[in-house]
């Protein structure tokens, strides 16, 4: 079975900084796309970063320019370096890979951006 674990959520105020990793075990690691999706509440979950096994990133609108995904294939590990957060930042962040048309999911970490 699939496994992934955030980790690295917590408290920041506007216009600060968190990062964010996501371990993934059982898995061939480097030749699957990994995202980050958050979800607010009382809203959906939305998606917020891809990263091709190649390196290829893409971002929601909403962060361009603020986050970073990146990963290491060497420690199965993806990565999202988040700055000036926002309060609308807040959410619970959850990595996701799809195999063999199946979608796994980490538990999820909580970011909440507050002054």
């Known amino acids: 079975q699939v496994q992934l674990v955030e980790s690295g959520g917590g408290l920041a105020q506007p216009g600060g900084s968190l990062s964010l990793s996501c371990v993934v075990s059982k898995i061939a690691f480097s030749i699957y796309n990994m995202g980050w999706y958050r979800q607010a509440p009382g809203k959906q979950r939305e998606l917020v970063a891809t990263?091709?096994?190649?390196?290829?990133?893409d971002y929601a609108d909403s962060v361009k320019g603020r986050f970073t995904i990146s990963r290491d294939n060497a420690k199965n590990t993806v990565y999202l370096q988040m700055n000036s957060l926002k309060p609308e930042d807040t959410a619970v962040y959850y990595c996701n890979t799809v195999r063999a048309f199946l979608a796994y999911w980490g538990q999820g970490t909580q970011v909440t951006v507050s002054s």
């Open positions: 990263i091709t096994k190649t390196g290829g990133s």
